[in-house]
């Protein structure tokens, strides 16, 4: 098992570029989250899915957009690159459980860099 | 929302000391769970701790939840470089569907 993948590693934008950031599991995880690291902040929940087609926002959506098209896929979405969008992006995965016991599993995450 | 609030921000040992972390919520939590990440590296689950007044170890880490489910903590006995890196609580989080609302974490840094 590959568990969680991210594609792309590393990543740099211009102010205004869009792009898309591909997470991928093979747990069969119904869950599955975006969070964003800066220094001093932690991990920041923006969007997270509960199931296929399923989507809602978490402490920071603004400027992002997801889509959970397939059960294993977790799309994140910048239409406008900003440069307060500079960030360490990880995606994490978990099985459905009692809600708040679910122990999540992360990608290696995406370093992406707004010029 | 609120996060929950670690300290502290960082801790230099040296190797061979204990080193402790502690998180702090204003609220009763369901349960709290710990991961670490290594310097460049992504977050990995360490425990979860759901009954008032637990105590679990692994190794030379201790895992505590305060009685009043407000306050958890962290400790490492006799610290390895292996130690190095960020530690994060995290807890529930109503306001979003009770998904995980981390910690600012706790940077260890290691003298050998």
């Known amino acids: 098992n590959a568990g969680v993948t991210q594609t792309p590693k590393f990543r740099v934008l211009k102010t205004g570029q869009s792009m898309t950031l591909l997470c991928a599991q093979d747990?069969?995880?119904?869950?599955m989250y975006w969070y964003r690291q800066d220094p001093g902040m932690g991990l920041r929940l923006i969007h997270y899915?509960?199931?296929?087609?399923?989507?809602a926002k978490g402490e920071v959506p603004d400027g992002y957009n997801v889509s959970r098209l397939k059960k294993q896929n977790f799309l994140l979405g910048l239409e406008s690159a900003a440069p307060s969008q500079t960030s360490v992006y990880f995606c994490?995965?978990?099985?459905?459980?009692?809600?708040?016991?679910?122990?999540?599993?992360f990608g290696p995450g995406t370093r992406l860099t707004v010029l | 929302g609120q996060q929950v609030m670690q300290i502290p921000q960082y801790q230099h040992v040296q190797e061979g000391e204990d080193f402790t972390t502690y998180c702090n919520s204003s609220?009763?939590?369901?349960?709290i769970q710990w991961y670490k990440q290594r310097p460049g590296g992504h977050p990995v689950f360490l425990i979860q701790?759901?009954?008032?007044?637990e105590v679990k170890k692994q190794k030379r880490l201790t895992f505590q939840f305060g009685e009043a489910k407000k306050n958890s903590s962290l400790h490492i006995t006799a610290t390895q470089t292996t130690d190095v890196g960020t530690y994060f609580c995290?807890?529930?989080?109503?306001?979003?569907?009770?998904?995980?609302?981390f910690g600012a974490g706790t940077i260890l840094r290691v003298k050998s």
């Open positions: 994490a995965s978990s099985y459905f459980r009692t809600s708040g016991k679910d122990t999540q599993y």
């Open positions: 747990m069969n995880h119904e869950y």
């Open positions: 899915s509960v199931g296929e087609g399923t989507t």
């Open positions: 609220t009763t939590l369901s349960n």
């Open positions: 701790l759901v009954k008032s007044g």
């Open positions: 995290a807890r529930p989080g109503k306001e979003y569907g009770n998904k995980l609302v």
